[in-house]
């Protein structure tokens, strides 16, 4: 009849694992999230066994690091201390650091949490990212 119907947006879930280590290559630091300093940061620590290095302390959990194909940006999701766990469907923060200086910008945020980032969101040419967003469109 040439009249379109709009359906109900449903959001994407995914069983993909989030928190699992990422490693930059050819330097071989893996990128992950701890609670060993109180509250989930995210700390490297270098493939030779090193000491970690925490990367991120601030007054958010942050977790679910995403490096990007040239390692010189990391992603992560940041949500409220008062959480527990990973959460899902809460407030969360999308954001991501330069490894070059550590400097950190905010790139959205919406209602997500566990798989809201999948096991590769970046783009090939790291300009781009993608995320799942738990907010229904009205």
Request: charged residues 20%; hydrophobic residues 30%; glycine residues 10%.
């Amino acid at each position: 009849d040439g009249q379109h119907q709009q359906a109900r947006f449903t959001p994407l879930k995914t069983g993909a694992p989030v928190g699992d280590p990422v490693t930059a290559q050819p330097d071989n630091l893996s990128y992950f999230a701890s609670d060993q300093s109180g509250s989930q940061q995210i700390w490297r620590r270098g493939g030779s066994g090193e000491k970690p290095e925490q990367m991120t302390a601030d007054d958010f959990n942050n977790v679910s690091p995403h490096l990007s194909a040239d390692g010189k940006v990391l992603l992560f999701l940041s949500y409220s201390k008062d959480l527990n766990g990973i959460p899902e469907h809460k407030d969360v923060t999308l954001r991501m650091m330069s490894l070059a200086d550590k400097s950190t910008k905010v790139l959205a945020e919406f209602v997500g949490g566990q798989g809201s980032l999948g096991t590769q969101p970046w783009s090939p040419d790291c300009r781009r990212v993608v995320f799942i967003s738990y907010q229904a469109m009205e």
